[in-house]
């Protein structure tokens, strides 16, 4: 799990110190889709981690671990893009 943050500190456009991906930029609203877009590029392109889901949450989500887990069982395994409102998943 990272937490992913926009910083100005480092030279480089991504860095990874423990769980947090920091990404070159300034962290407002309007860079909450830049920021996300660059630190998931960068896990699939450069990285060797592997992974089955990918969840992206905001600061204010609330996730119930046990229903995520439970939809992630009986959910297709590829292909699957799902978002939600108001305690429900749509896929």
Do not use: Q, W
């Not at 423990?18 to 407002?28: A, F, L, M, P, Q």
């Amino acid at each position: 799990m990272f937490f992913v943050t926009l910083s100005e500190k480092y030279m480089e456009n991504i860095v990874i110190i423990e769980d947090v991906i920091y990404v070159k930029g300034i962290e407002s609203y309007t860079n909450i889709l830049y920021k996300s877009i660059e630190a998931l590029d960068y896990l699939r392109k450069v990285t060797a981690i592997k992974y089955d889901y990918v969840v992206r949450s905001n600061i204010s989500t609330i996730i119930m671990l046990n229903n995520l887990y439970n939809f992630l069982l009986n959910c297709e395994r590829h292909n699957i893009y799902t978002g939600g409102v108001v305690e429900t998943l749509h896929p």
